[in-house]
């Protein structure tokens, strides 16, 4: 995958979705009572957030994908593309099960002997993980059905993107999640305003069209490389 071929998916994936969005959308104008229209646009707040937390995922894990493309060592990258990729050493790691064979039958067990042999374990092997080429899986990315801004912050960290882009915007985005929360577990009555949809509408927006800008800049500025 080229860095274009990233950017063309990620606009390709807005692009349908704004789309199906705007069909909705317009499906008001058949609609002549406003307490009618309210209702209504209760449909068209779960069908934001569904796309906002659909964007999101897809987009870091094309961005993924394109890294994962690369084929360079791990020693390559930065740390936290580094340790994304680890999950399943560091696992490894802390597994309580895993003992050291020497003094495994010997009573009574030793629980701080044997995390001591893990950490000889990891150390012994840091060169090869280094060595090896990275591979970030997506699992990694994890939306946990709600994606809340900390939700958001915590996977931009994991893969090594700025964490504070849109600090501005937070309000918002838990606003959305919160009010789909209650629309789609059936406690709230109400309708949605005209001009709440389109300020959320408008901020999300803003949001997925940041989010491409920000990986791409992001690509084109070979940040997921470790800082020399």
């Known amino acids: 995958m080229t860095k274009e071929e990233l950017r063309t998916a990620m606009e390709t994936e807005l692009a349908w979705r704004q789309e199906e969005l705007a069909f909705f959308k317009n499906q008001l104008c058949n609609i002549q009572d406003e307490n009618q229209r309210n209702k209504y646009r209760k449909s068209l707040v779960l069908m934001l957030y569904s796309h906002f937390e659909g964007f999101v995922k897809i987009c870091l894990l094309s961005y993924i994908q394109y890294v994962n493309s690369l084929k360079l060592k791990r020693e390559e990258f930065n740390e936290r593309l580094i340790a994304s990729s680890m999950n399943s050493e560091f696992n490894a790691y802390d597994n309580n099960d895993e003992k050291c064979h020497i003094f495994k039958k010997e009573l009574p067990e030793d629980r701080r002997l044997h995390k001591f042999h893990r950490r000889v374990n990891f150390l012994e092997k840091i060169e090869e993980f280094k060595q090896s080429d990275l591979f970030i899986p997506d699992e990694t990315i994890d939306t946990e059905s ?54 959320w509408e408008e901020k999300i927006y803003n949001v997925m069209e940041q989010i491409i800008k920000y990986i791409y800049r992001d690509v084109c500025n070979e940040k997921y490389l470790k800082a020399n």
Request: aromatic residues 10%; without cysteine.
């Open 146 to 199: 709600n994606l809340w801004y900390i939700v958001l912050q915590k996977n931009l960290y994991k893969v090594g993107l700025p964490i504070d882009i849109f600090d501005d915007l937070a309000g918002d985005i838990d606003a959305l999640v919160n009010r789909r929360n209650s629309i789609a577990h059936g406690t709230e009555r109400a309708g949605v305003q005209e001009t709440e949809y389109s300020k």
